[in-house]
């Protein structure tokens, strides 16, 4: 539901993070230091007029990474990536196994190493509560010692609790005891998933979204959709069936047994892969926004005692007025059928599969290996370091207090309040462009108004709650988790989210979620949200992007600046624009302007398509709301700046750097972020299946459509950086 900005890709070039900064740069020199190099000013008469270089620590440090990574032979007028990041792609290695290397992979690996560092460290006995639980948590599962000595005792405890797992009890399988809402309603209590053969959800209803709503949506599978409708002779198929035959087996299975019964479990699931909507459908708001009262949802699909099962599951009384959304019709009409003709020995195996497949990094060496060479062989992961796949592990369960532990100790104290006013500054640009656009009537301008003015900010950086030692305890207050045994601790930690998931049911629904918000505070990345109409920024991209207080603005504004535009700009692309300033699914554009959307729209549509990378095209309809909002958010980034520039004055250069004026730098920094090497089948991977276009394209589409940035380098008209057509929107 959330629309995300980066998570891949970046390089050596922000090594300038300060822990200490205490103000995003204040760039006059006399406040922060940056001293006019005389000495330089002599020899290169030219620059004099400008006065100023910045010599400062931080200064010196981004110029040379900068420099390091263009290619200063290449024309910026031919091909501005190539040139601010050519010298990077050349002299990038990327080792075995690396899928690419970035500006942005860098920093995500730095907050990954951040992450691992804060479960790592001793218990302080004056530590909350939670943070506590965190560590027992990663000492337990980094314990292999002990994980041997408890071995596969207490998953095959459990199993049996829940009736068995029908190929390990064979003949004692008791089929009258089984019915497949029971069983998912007992996975709950347990702290099981339940996600297995339906997947449901409290929601903001879309087009009420003051009001808590049941999303039932389709299952979650044990391999990806597009492998499994190939069915079982498909390699990655029977890859997966050998792993299930080979785990089952340690678990004490006769192979010949577990090979038949299996088979037929896998035919199951092959059948929910079928009947599933592909993810490009399934993110589609409209699509997938089929409300509906428990009555109607009995008649629609009669052959599951609906009432019943949501009461129990959800331990409420489902009434008339409570919305149900179903994400796809035919999915459940899907599902009716395919139950009904499946013998419950089937659903019980793939269902009891699925959680100890679920299970597999909680238990033994032994099985952890055999998952590992079905993943090498699969997908050619290589085995990830047992301190990797704990941490991620313990963010995965305990993503808010992590959040928390995170912010208290690597963000600094202005780093939301800095981030806060290039919000503020940013904004102001976008209502600018509002009034001033000509395509839009007066009518859906003032809706667009509204919309931006509501855009809720609050949680960027990090939400407050974090640094609330009270709010963080009663969150966690009914939850235990101790050092005993890795298993039973996920199992605590899954049925407390589950529940605090249903619990959201009766609420009243809050725009800002804290508990959702703080969840991706130590990961690099920003998104809009269109149902809250709000946008966030994690409190590690901000910092690690504004470098140190000692340098130009322009660097910031244009990392930084350009991020913060792009998703306020999400609000309004091809699928923001669908919600209300409430966050309502709700159609607010006048005929007349929206039929002038759609023809801009296409636009970069045409030019995206036109885009080839080895003699293989872009697609441009799949990239589209991504090219609206790097468009859109350099825009107002530049705009801002030149504001700012305004009141404070020019800054200085940068040393080595001098020829580029304030504004060159500004394009040159932002291309720098996008700095990118990736392996080749990576890239054909990304260019088929990622919403946002490949790192190139980012720069050179985004660019090249404004006549900002070709006049700032004087290029000629109809020069690649400067065509003579020019998509325009936002
Ligand atoms: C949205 O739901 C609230 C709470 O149930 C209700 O009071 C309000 O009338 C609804 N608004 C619309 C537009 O349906
Ligand atoms: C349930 O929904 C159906 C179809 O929209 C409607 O006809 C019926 O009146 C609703 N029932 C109640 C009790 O609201
Ligand atoms: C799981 O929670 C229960 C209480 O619900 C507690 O007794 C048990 O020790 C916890 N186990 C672990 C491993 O945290
Ligand atoms: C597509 O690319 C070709 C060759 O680069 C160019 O001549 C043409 O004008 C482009 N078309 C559009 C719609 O941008
Ligand atoms: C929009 O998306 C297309 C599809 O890849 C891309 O080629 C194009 O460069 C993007 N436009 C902008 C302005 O980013
Ligand atoms: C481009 O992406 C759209 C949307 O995901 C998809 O429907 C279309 O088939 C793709 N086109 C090509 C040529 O792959
Ligand atoms: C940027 O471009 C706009 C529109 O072409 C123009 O009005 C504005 O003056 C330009 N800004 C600068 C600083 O050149
Ligand atoms: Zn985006």
């Known amino acids: 539901m959330v629309s995300s900005f980066v998570a891949l890709a970046l390089s050596i070039i922000y090594l300038n993070h ?25 020899q290169n008469s030219e620059y004099e007029k400008d006065n100023l270089f910045c010599l400062s620590n931080g200064c010196v440090k981004v110029a040379a990474s900068l420099i390091n990574n263009m290619d200063q032979s290449v024309d910026p007028c031919d091909d501005f990536y190539q040139f601010a990041c050519g010298n990077f792609i050349k002299n990038s290695i990327l080792e075995d196994n690396e899928k690419l290397r970035g500006t942005l992979s860098l920093i995500a690996k730095k907050i990954e190493n951040q992450r691992r ?121 029977d890859k997966y069936y050998r792993y299930m035959v080979d785990i089952s087996v340690l678990f004490g299975a006769d192979r010949q047994r577990a090979t038949e019964e299996l088979r037929e479990s896998l035919d199951f699931e092959i059948e929910l892969a079928k009947i599933s909507i ?29 009432q019943e099962f949501l009461n129990k599951l959800l331990n409420q009384f489902i009434r008339q007025d409570d919305i149900i959304i179903v994400s796809s019709l035919e999915y459940f009409s899907g599902l009716e059928a395919l139950l009904s003709k499946t013998p419950k020995r089937v659903q019980a195996n793939y269902m009891m599969w699925r959680s100890v497949d679920d299970a597999v990094k909680c238990l033994t060496g032994e099985l952890r290996q055999i998952k590992q060479t079905f993943e090498t062989l699969v997908f050619g992961t290589i085995e990830v370091p047992r301190w990797k796949e704990c941490a991620d592990l313990s963010f995965e369960l305990f993503n808010t207090a992590i959040g928390s532990m995170y912010v208290r100790r690597y963000i600094n104290e202005n780093t939301k309040n800095n981030a806060l006013e290039i919000v503020n500054d940013i904004r102001k640009e976008f209502y600018k462009m509002l009034l001033s656009n000509e395509w839009m009537d007066d009518e859906t301008r003032k809706s667009a108004m509204d919309k931006a003015k509501l855009i809720l900010a609050n949680d960027i950086a990090y939400p407050d709650e974090l640094l609330d030692d009270g709010k963080l ?33 009766r609420k009243p629904v809050n725009k800002l979620d804290w508990v959702y918000n703080s969840g991706v505070v130590p990961v690099l990345n920003a998104f809009y949200n269109p149902q809250g109409n709000s946008i966030l920024f994690t409190a590690s991209m901000l910092q690690e992007l504004s470098f140190s207080n000692d340098v130009p603005r322009y660097m910031v504004y244009s990392s930084i600046g350009s991020i913060i535009g792009h998703e306020i700009t999400h609000g309004f692309d091809n699928s923001g624009r669908k919600f209300d300033m409430h966050g309502n699914l709700a159609n607010w554009w006048q005929e007349e302007t929206n039929k002038r959307f759609l023809e801009k729209e ?77 392996d080749t089948a990576v890239m054909h991977f990304l260019r088929k299946y990622d919403g946002h276009s490949l790192s190139r394209f980012r720069v050179i589409g985004s660019f090249s459509n404004l006549k900002n940035f070709s006049d700032d380098f004087r290029c000629p008209l109809g020069s690649n950086m400067n065509p003579t057509n020019k998509c325009q929107l936002w």
């Open 18 to 42: 300060s822990c200490n900064a205490k103000n995003l740069p204040s760039i006059l020199p006399e406040k922060n230091g940056l001293v006019a190099n005389s000495w330089r000013l002599l």
């Open 117 to 237: 560092m804060i479960v790592n460290e001793p218990i302080q006995p004056d530590e909350l509560r939670p943070f506590k639980m965190i560590k027992l948590q990663f000492k337990s599962c980094m314990d292999q010692e002990k994980i041997e000595k408890i071995g596969l005792g207490p998953m095959k405890e459990m199993l049996k609790s829940l009736g068995g797992w029908p190929l390990l009890e064979a003949e004692n399988w008791d089929e009258s005891k089984f019915t497949w809402m029971d069983s998912l309603n007992s996975f709950k209590e347990m702290g099981l998933k339940i996600n297995y053969l339906l997947k449901i959800s409290i929601t903001p209803d879309f087009k009420n979204r003051t009001k808590a709503a049941i999303f039932l949506d389709q299952a979650s599978l044990g391999l990806q959709n597009q492998h499994l409708v190939q069915g079982r002779d498909y390699r990655a198929v």
């Open 278 to 306: 592909p993810p490009e459908e399934a993110s589609d708001y409209l699509k997938t926004y089929n409300p509906m009262n428990i009555t109607f949802l009995q008649q629609k699909f009669p052959s599951i005692p609906w």
């Open 473 to 505: 305890n009663s969150y966690y207050e009914n939850l235990e988790v101790n050092d005993q045994d890795i298993y039973t601790s996920v199992l605590n930690l899954t049925k407390f989210s589950t529940d605090y998931e249903f619990s959201k049911l």
């Open 602 to 678: 296409k636009c970069f549509i045409k030019q995206y398509d036109n885009y080839t990378i080895d003699g293989h095209k872009l697609n441009g309809t799949l990239t589209l709301g991504e090219n609206i909002s790097d468009m859109g958010g350099l825009k107002l980034a530049y705009n801002a700046y030149r504001e700012w520039v305004k009141v404070h004055g020019n800054e200085p250069r940068l040393p080595g750097l001098q020829e580029y004026t304030p504004q060159q730098m500004f394009w040159l920094s932002t291309a720098n972020v996008y700095c990118s090497k990736e």
